[in-house]
């Protein structure tokens, strides 16, 4: 392994070359720099990722002219870029993004990555990333790693040869983290109703924010928990401080939290370091349903933009305007499903922040359906939880209906009986 500045380091990449960078937590910032300064150099650089952190200057001008991002997932700071002509969205389950670098669909020619220093015998970490990344680096033709002594080390697949590194640049810079926010009221009765569903020695998936923070809130008197999930944050932590969280009951990796990526604060870099008790494995093994379901009452808790009367889930458009990604609701909302005694959960609180409805007749025009209503089981907002399994469509739209801002229930029910002639 060669260590060389960074400009060096990213004079691997070529004009017409297909980049991929590391995302969440460990997104090798230095290097994307250090390559968007050459962009009056090269031309037709694809930039492949999913969600990242970071300014991401090569989908501003003028370096846009140079790169073209090509994204599985829209996150805030890339999310005009994949919207516009300088960016495009490739709409696929996590579970399946594997598969476009190694069916050679879309073949990568360098992979950007942040890594552990090497231990003694050469191996370094992919830290709390494992993701896509692990079938990037065994794909690319170039590895070129930035190399961060703050990274974790962390247990599982998430490994890579010095050997394979084509060239690297040392640093010593924090992780990217998220500090836990406090939960608004709403959030709060969303978390105390979904809460409610969830049984002792069932195995739970939740991602961040302020609604599954809660959830794990209300945990507190329950027993034999575990995970399997697609990422996990700081909410985790106290439960298992307090030997709720113990994976005793899994048939997966029994006593394993089996993650895929983590993104929170320092605290909980800190306790992933090192840790046996956290398993990090690639997205093609975390959200396979086929292993997902083997768990006990997998409880799977996501959220929504919209839910029309039937019960689709919208959960990554505005209309047309692409806004997050697929990801991998639908793996864990099958898993689940399928698993004994599981729950699939939608939870979203019954209005936007300018008080429309996210309940609705028909989604907006132009909308993608992630979660189809054949797949839907439970959905809660904070006025409760309806079940729309085995459910007919009347019986979903009142349902649905019950559970909106009573603010909106009635134009909801006019337009039930007058539109859709679903209920009387």
């Not at 590895?143 to 697949?157: K, L, M, S, Y």
């Not at 969830?198 to 329950?222: C, F, K, R, S, W």
């Not at 306790?271 to 093994?285: S, V």
């Not at 459910?391 to 859709?420: D, F, G, T, V, Y």
Request: proline share 5%; hydrophobic share 40%.
């Amino acid at each position: 392994m060669k260590i060389v500045s960074a400009a060096e380091a990213v004079s691997h990449v070529n004009s017409g070359n297909r980049v991929f960078f590391q995302g969440a937590a460990m997104t090798p910032n230095i290097l994307i720099e250090a390559l968007v300064d050459r962009h009056t150099e090269l031309k037709n650089v694809e930039i492949f990722h999913i969600h990242t952190e970071g300014p991401a200057r090569y989908t501003q001008p003028p370096y846009r002219e140079s790169f073209c991002l090509n994204s599985c997932f829209a996150a805030g700071n890339v999310r005009d870029a994949i919207n516009s002509v300088y960016g495009a969205y490739i709409p696929i389950f996590l579970s399946e993004i594997h598969l476009l670098f190694r069916k050679n669909i879309l073949p990568l020619d360098v992979a950007f990555i942040q890594v552990s220093p090497p231990d003694k015998h050469g191996f370094c970490s992919l830290g709390v990333s494992v993701d896509i990344t692990l079938p990037a680096i065994q794909t690319a033709k170039k590895v070129i790693a930035q190399i961060n002594p703050q990274v974790p080390r962390t247990h599982g697949d998430g490994i890579i040869h010095v050997s394979r590194i084509t060239a690297a640049v040392e640093r010593n810079n924090p992780l990217h983290s998220h500090e836990p926010a406090e939960a608004s009221e709403i959030e709060k009765q969303i978390g105390k109703n979904v809460a409610e569903l969830i049984e002792d020695g069932a195995t739970l998936q939740m991602g961040i924010g302020g609604i599954p923070n809660v959830v794990l809130n209300n945990l507190m008197n329950h027993k034999r928990l575990g995970i399997h999930t697609e990422m996990f944050s700081d909410g985790v932590l106290p439960l298992i401080e307090k030997g709720i969280i113990t994976g005793e009951e899994k048939e997966v990796k029994t006593g394993k939290i089996v993650t895929c990526f983590a993104l929170g604060s320092q605290k909980l870099y800190d306790f992933i370091d090192d840790n046996p008790m956290i398993h990090f494995k690639e997205a093609a093994y975390t959200n396979d349903t086929a292993i997902i379901r083997k768990n006990p009452k997998v409880t799977a808790i996501n959220s929504a933009i919209e839910i029309d009367l039937t019960g689709q889930v919208c959960a990554d458009t505005i209309g047309t305007y692409q806004y997050s990604g697929v990801g991998g609701q639908m793996d864990f909302i099958r898993g689940a499903s399928l698993s004994e005694g599981g729950k699939a959960i939608i939870a979203m609180p019954s209005i936007t922040s300018k008080g429309f409805s996210k309940i609705v007749p028909n989604l907006k025009e132009g909308a993608g359906v992630t979660t189809t209503r054949a797949h839907v089981h439970y959905i809660a907002t904070e006025y409760g939880v309806v079940n729309l399994y085995g459910k007919n469509l009347k019986q979903r739209a009142r349902a649905l209906i019950s559970i909106a801002h009573p603010n909106h229930r009635e134009a909801l029910e006019e337009e039930a009986w007058h539109r859709m002639n679903k209920i009387r």
